[in-house]
C-alpha cells in the first residue's frame, strides 16, 4: 500500500463518513415531514398487488415508456444507477489497492460484461437525456415543461452521473493499461479500447477511483443538505409512492376514476354524525393532507409531464400540477421545524403551542407556519385561488406522473375546504349549486320536464315501474333530459336501442343529479344528499337481478355511478353507450348500411377515455359507421385534451387566458373532418361552442357518436 493509496483511503473514508451522517439526517427529516400527514390506513391493504404494481412499473418502466425514447433512455440511466452502485463499492477496494475488487463477485465474467454494458448503455440515455433537456428547456419552447423545475439540480445530477460513468469506465482503462485487469477484451471491448490509450500508470487506477467516491460521496451530500430534491430523491422514494398508491390494481394513474372519499383520522366522514370542531372538512393545513400526500409532494421528480399534457397549463392559466406540488412540497418541509416543536393550528384555527414553545421556535418556520394555504399574492397564500379553480380534474397530469401522484385527490380536497367551510368558490357556481341543491339538477330546469325529451317519438319508452322485465336501465342524465344539444343524443340512443330490441327503461321523474358537478368542485355535502337519494332509487328498481345493467350517455354519469356509488354500497355495472352500441353492431342487431362520409374526426372524453379507459368502443361504432378511417386528432386517446368542462369548469366563466375548448376545437378542425364526434354532453356543448365561434357551424358538424350511427342506419336520420 503506497502513499498514494494511504492519501486516497483517508480522503474517500472521511467523505463517506460526513456523507452518510448527513443522508441519515436527511432520511431522518424526510420521514419527520411525511409522518406529520393524517393517517391513510387502506395504503397499507392488498401487499401481494402493492409489491407486484410496483416491481412491474418500476423494472418494467410501465409509466416512462409511454414517452418511448425518453422512456428507455431513463431505464438505462436508472438500472445503471442501481448495477453500477456496486462498481461505487468497489472503488472502496481500489483505493486501497488496484488489485482488489469486489469480493466473491468482483472477478466473474459475466459480471464484468454486465456493468460494461449497462456504463455504455446508461452513458448513452444520460447524453440523450441532457440533450432532451437542452432541446426543451425554457426559453427553447414557448411553453417547457421544464419551467419552475429547479433547473440546477438537474443539471447538478446529470453531470454527477455522467462524472460517475467516466471515472469508472478509467478505472477500468488504467487496470487495463497497467496490466491489473480481470476481464477479457470480448467482455468489455470499451474499457479495453480505454486502456489502450491510457499511460501505464500504477497509481491512476485508485486516483479515479477516489475520484469516482468524491463525486458521488458529493452528489450525497448536496442531496442531504436538500431534503426538497426532488430530482435526486425520487429514486428512492418512488417506489414507496407508487407501491402506496390508491388503486394498486390500474395499470395507469392510480388517482383517476373515483374521487378519494371525504378522510378525518383515516376514516371515510359520516356527514350525519360530522362536527367541523372536530373532524376534517378537506383541507386547509398542508399536515391535514394524509402522510401519502406528503409522499406524493416528496417525490416529485419535477419532470413536467403533468405540466405539458395539462389543459390549463396550455391555455396560459396559472395552474401547473407540478408547480402546485412543489409549493405544497416548500411550504410542508419549511413548516415542518415549526410543526415539530408543537406548532399548528387545530380546527377552530387556534394555535396549539404555548408562548413559551413559540418564543423558541425558528422566526422563518413560524411565518410559514401562519401563511393560508390558500391565498392571493398579497395574502402570501401557497396556492392562489386562480390555480385551485382552474383544474378541470380531466386526470391528464395523473395518467402521465411516472411516480403516481395523486394530484386530482390533492386538489378536489383543498376545495372541499374552501366550499364547505369558507364557502369561497367562483360565484357563477353558486347558482349550479343551489340548483341541484332545490332542482336536483344543474340547470334549475323543472323535474316534471325531465321526460320531455321522448316526446316526438314514433315508439313508447318504457318506464321503471310500468315494465319489470328490462336488461338495462338507461341512464338518461340531466344534460341528456333538459339540453337541447344532448336531447338529441339521449334520442338517438332511445331509437338505436328500440330498433335493436333491447329491453330497457329509464326512471324518468325518478332519476336525479348523480353529483358529479357538486363533487368535483368540493360540495361533498351536496354529492352524498344527491347520491344516497339515487342509490336508494336504483336499489329498489334494479332489485335483485344482478344481471341488470345501467347503460349511460355521460361519461360523468357513467364515471360516478360506476365507481362512485360503490363507496356508499351500491355496486352495479355500468357501461357507456358506445360500448352498448358496438356491442349491438358486433352481434347484428344493427348493422349499417351507409356509411357516413366527408370525413370524421373523434374527440376522446377525459372521463370515457383517460378515467376509465374506453377508447376502443367508440372507435369501432364510428369505423362501421363511416366511409374511410377516423381521422385523428394529434392528441387522442390517453393524450386527449380535454373540452374545458370537467371539474364543475362547465358552470364558471373561464376569464383567464386561451379558452380550453377553441384550443381543442382548433385541433379538431385542423384535420380537415366534416364532422366532430364525441362521446360526452359536456364535450357536445364545448366543441359544439368552438365550433361556432370560430364561424365553421355551417361547414362542420358535432354530433355524438350514437347519431352518427344512426345516420348510417338511416337515410333520413
Not at 427 to 440: I, T, W
Request: with cysteine; charged share 20%.
Amino acid at each position: 500500500m503506497g502513499i498514494a493509496q494511504i492519501i486516497a483511503t483517508v480522503l474517500a473514508g472521511a467523505i463517506t463518513v460526513v456523507a452518510v451522517y448527513l443522508a441519515v439526517r436527511a432520511v431522518l427529516t424526510i420521514t419527520a415531514v411525511i409522518r406529520q400527514g393524517q393517517p391513510d390506513p387502506a395504503r397499507f391493504a392488498e401487499p401481494k398487488v402493492r409489491t407486484k404494481t410496483m416491481v412491474v412499473e418500476t423494472v418494467g418502466h410501465t409509466r416512462m415508456l409511454k414517452w418511448s425514447a425518453i422512456g428507455a433512455a431513463h431505464w438505462f440511466v436508472m438500472v445503471s444507477f442501481v448495477i453500477l452502485s456496486s462498481l461505487v463499492l468497489e472503488a472502496y477496494f481500489e483505493v486501497v489497492d488496484p488489485d482488489l475488487g469486489l469480493p466473491i463477485i468482483g472477478h466473474w465474467v459475466v459480471f464484468g460484461l454486465v456493468t460494461e454494458w449497462i456504463g455504455i448503455l446508461g452513458t448513452v440515455g444520460i447524453l440523450y437525456l441532457i440533450f432532451v433537456r437542452q432541446r426543451q428547456k425554457p426559453g427553447a419552447v414557448k411553453r417547457s415543461r421544464f419551467l419552475g423545475s429547479t433547473m440546477w439540480q438537474a443539471y447538478f445530477v446529470e453531470a454527477v452521473i455522467v462524472g460517475v460513468l467516466i471515472f469508472g469506465f478509467l478505472i477500468r482503462g488504467f487496470k487495463v493499461a497497467t496490466e491489473h485487469f480481470e476481464y477479457p477484451l470480448w467482455a468489455t471491448p470499451l474499457s479495453h479500447a480505454i486502456g489502450s490509450v491510457l499511460p501505464a500508470w500504477e497509481d491512476g487506477a485508485t486516483w479515479a477511483a477516489l475520484v469516482k467516491i468524491l463525486i458521488s460521496m458529493t452528489w450525497l451530500i448536496t442531496i442531504s443538505l436538500n431534503p426538497t430534491m426532488g430530482v435526486a430523491w425520487h429514486r428512492f422514494l418512488a417506489f414507496f409512492n407508487i407501491y402506496f398508491k390508491r388503486s394498486p390494481e390500474k395499470p395507469a394513474g392510480s388517482g383517476l376514476g373515483a374521487l378519494k372519499p371525504m378522510m378525518s383520522e383515516g376514516k371515510p366522514l359520516d356527514f350525519e354524525e360530522a362536527d367541523p370542531e372536530k373532524d376534517l372538512f378537506g383541507v386547509n393545513q398542508v399536515e391535514q393532507f394524509t402522510w401519502k400526500g406528503l409522499l406524493d409532494f416528496s417525490t416529485c421528480t419535477e419532470c413536467g409531464r403533468c405540466q405539458s399534457q395539462c389543459p390549463a397549463w396550455n391555455t396560459a392559466k396559472p395552474l401547473s400540477p407540478k408547480l402546485l406540488v412543489l409549493s405544497l412540497r416548500d411550504h410542508a418541509y419549511a413548516k415542518a421545524p415549526y410543526l415539530l416543536a408543537g406548532g399548528g393550528k387545530d380546527l377552530m384555527g387556534e394555535e396549539k403551542a404555548t408562548e413559551a414553545q413559540l418564543a423558541h421556535m425558528d422566526v422563518l418556520a413560524l411565518a410559514e407556519g401562519n401563511r393560508p394555504l390558500i391565498g392571493t399574492a398579497e395574502e402570501q397564500g401557497v396556492i392562489d385561488p386562480d390555480v385551485l379553480w382552474s383544474c378541470t380534474t380531466c386526470g391528464a397530469c395523473v395518467e402521465q406522473c411516472p411516480v403516481d401522484i395523486e394530484h386530482i385527490d390533492h386538489i378536489v380536497d383543498m376545495r372541499r375546504y374552501q366550499v364547505l367551510i369558507e364557502s369561497s368558490f367562483p360565484s357563477e357556481a353558486g347558482v349550479m349549486l343551489r340548483n341541484l341543491e332545490n332542482k336536483g339538477n344543474p340547470w334549475g330546469a323543472p323535474q316534471n320536464t325531465r321526460e320531455d325529451w321522448t316526446k316526438g317519438l314514433d315508439f313508447e319508452v318504457p318506464r321503471v315501474g310500468e315494465v319489470e322485465d328490462f336488461d338495462y336501465l338507461f341512464w338518461v342524465g340531466c344534460a341528456g333530459a333538459f339540453e337541447d344539444r344532448a336531447k338529441k343524443t339521449t334520442r338517438a340512443v332511445a331509437t338505436l336501442l328500440n330498433e335493436a330490441g333491447v329491453k330497457y327503461a329509464i326512471l324518468g321523474e325518478g332519476e336525479t343529479c348523480t353529483g358529479d358537478p357538486a363533487r368535483r368542485i368540493g360540495n361533498e355535502f351536496i354529492f352524498q344528499m344527491l347520491a344516497q337519494q339515487n342509490v336508494e332509487v336504483l336499489t329498489e328498481a334494479l332489485g335483485e337481478n344482478t344481471t341488470k345493467k345501467i347503460v349511460a350517455t355521460c361519461p360523468h354519469c357513467f364515471n360516478t355511478l360506476g365507481n362512485e356509488y360503490e363507496q356508499l354500497g351500491l355496486k352495479v355495472e355500468v357501461v357507456h353507450h358506445t360500448q352498448l352500441l358496438a356491442h349491438l353492431v358486433a352481434a347484428g342487431k344493427l348493422t349499417p348500411v351507409q356509411p357516413v362520409d366527408g370525413g370524421v374526426t373523434y374527440h376522446d372524453p377525459c372521463y370515457l377515455g383517460r378515467h376509465n379507459r374506453v377508447f376502443d368502443a367508440p372507435r369501432e361504432l364510428l369505423g362501421s359507421s363511416i366511409a374511410g378511417d377516423i381521422q385523428e386528432m394529434p392528441r387522442n386517446q390517453e393524450r386527449s385534451f380535454c373540452c374545458g368542462a370537467g371539474g364543475a369548469r362547465m358552470w364558471m366563466e373561464e376569464r383567464i387566458g386561451k379558452r380550453i375548448n377553441v384550443e381543442r376545437t382548433e385541433e379538431a378542425l385542423a384535420t380537415g373532418a366534416k364532422t366532430i364526434a364525441v362521446g360526452c354532453p359536456f364535450c357536445y356543448t364545448m366543441i359544439g361552442d368552438g365550433v361556432t365561434g370560430k364561424g365553421k357551424q355551417e361547414e362542420v358538424e358535432v354530433v355524438d357518436v350514437a347519431t352518427v350511427l344512426l345516420r348510417s342506419l338511416k337515410k333520413d336520420a
